[in-house]
């Protein structure tokens, strides 16, 4: 019997998960990682975690599952809740998914399952893996809304290769009905998790408020102004606008204006019209991919999770920085955010815009 190691959240997909593996005749060990730690995290953040882990515990019971626990707080805030700050403290807009599940969350489970002696290890992301050319790829889940694809492009061959997928080739509303069949009612109700983890959907501002203090700086006002330079209106600060934004400018005119840029160093924020917002090229850069054969070749690629996939072609300009040309101009580009490529269903690489 093979072992396999589950990172389980607390939620219904890792719960089903932990079913579907005992099913499929793995030895199934429980790994749940607490990431937050009061001293910087929100009292409710620390009531969810708290909620999720004895989730887990009983799951785990129940299913007469093997179960261990690790607190990742410090390694999760020096890596993700740093970069997550430092970002809009230079202007640019985080995507912190993609440095925790490489950096991270993947590491961690990796690290563990082989001081457990697991052979395999396993999340309850909707995606699936694909060889092709002799090597390992994630591809989108069945389920078009729930798919995962776009969040995981920073995973290497040796992630891959050891990594099993369960809910791959389900839908989300079949993954409940299963919970509900096993006689885990409230398993089968649990609400999915929105937004960025360690914010429990709040307003990312007084976060990023609150951790800067603790660097001795802070964000002033500043100025919106226009793409010729004249200034408009007073701002909260460029920390807290980003690209495409058009809400809460804190400005009226007598057209529909949005972010099409942000300043940093002059603490400005341009607006402009939405027509203004369109590119045909951007740049990238700590891109990833997997093999030099996958960016050799026409590619899709998304900048957002909802975005439709936009036909682009690569152009490496060195082993850190990579021009996306596109076929069909794209607007709302955001320094900061992540670009995932795409051959056909395939992720094959990623990075970050600059």
Known sequence: ??????????????????????????????????????????????????????????????????????????????????????????????????????????????????????EKIATGHYVQIQSHNNRLYVTQGADPDKDQAFFLWGLSQEILQKTV??????????????????????????????????????????????????QGKAIIAGTHIDLQGNALAPNEGYAFYTVGQRKNLGYNANKRLFVHSVQAEENTVILSEYKDLYRTSFRVKEYYFHSSEDYAQELTVKIRYRNQENVCRVEIVNAQELVVH??????????????????????????FIA
């Open 326 to 351: 596109l076929h069909t101009p794209l607007e709302a580009v955001a320094p900061g955010q992540t670009a995932v490529f795409y051959s056909g269903k395939r992720v094959v690489g990623g990075g």
């Open 165 to 214: 997928f369960p809910l791959g080739s389900m839908l989300k509303s079949d993954v409940r009905k299963y919970a509900q069949q096993r006689g885990f009612q409230s398993i089968a109700k649990r609400k999915d998790s929105l937004g960025v983890c360690f914010l429990a959907c709040a307003d990312y501002r007084p976060f990023v408020r609150q951790e800067l203090a603790k």
């Open 1 to 118: 019997m093979k072992k396999i190691l589950l990172a389980m959240s607390g939620g219904t997909d890792s719960s089903v998960s932990a079913m579907l593996l005992q099913e499929q005749g793995f030895e199934v060990v429980g790994l749940h990682i607490s990431f937050f730690h009061e001293t910087w995290a929100s009292a409710h953040v620390m009531q969810e975690q708290a909620q999720a882990q004895k989730n887990v515990e009983e799951l785990c019971s129940s299913l007469g599952i093997e179960h261990h626990e690790i607190d990742a707080s410090e390694e999760f805030y020096n890596t993700v809740v740093r970069y997550f700050v430092n970002e809009y403290s230079a202007g640019r807009t985080p995507f912190p998914c993609a440095v925790c599940n490489p950096l991270v969350k993947w590491r961690i489970v990796y690290n563990a399952s082989q001081m457990l002696d697991c």
